[in-house]
């Protein structure tokens, strides 16, 4: 039997999401929702449901990322999913589901979103490591 494929995992992920918080779109009202459901949630998440918690909030951000600034689902440098915008900027949507669930809303998700047009506008950083 054929896998499924990864694209479809991650759109059927970010609509059960957006179903169990009764949203209607991927936009910056349902990223201000998500802050809150994590917020709400944080303290009595277990560790053995964190991943699961992680990959299903994360697919709904990234999916609000994707349909408000116009990105695709992609793969970073270093191998991990993301969101790609404009050919030029990649964002994480896991890790900032992640930072949020450790660390609250010093890393909120609806404050990174918020900063996403700055981020776009500005130069792409170069590496000085080469």
């Not at 494929?5 to 009764?22: D, G, H, I, S, Y």
């Not at 709400?40 to 709904?60: K, M, N, S, Y």
């Not at 999916?63 to 994480?92: E, K, M, R, S």
């Amino acid at each position: 039997m054929a896998a499924e494929n990864p694209l479809v995992a991650l759109r059927k992920a970010a609509e059960a999401v957006r179903q169990q918080l009764q949203l209607n779109a991927y936009d910056a009202a349902a990223v201000q929702r998500l802050d809150e459901f994590i917020e709400t949630q944080r303290p009595t998440i277990q560790d053995a449901d964190r991943e699961g918690i992680v990959r299903a909030l994360g697919c709904f951000l990234g999916q609000c990322l994707i349909d408000t600034y116009q990105g695709t689902w992609a793969a970073g440098p270093d191998g991990t999913t993301g969101v790609g915008i404009n050919g030029n900027h990649f964002f994480n949507p896991f890790y900032r589901i992640s930072q949020q669930l450790t660390q609250g809303d010093t890393e909120s998700v609806a404050a990174f979103f918020a900063s996403v047009p700055a981020r776009l506008a500005a130069e792409p950083r170069r590496k000085t490591w080469i």
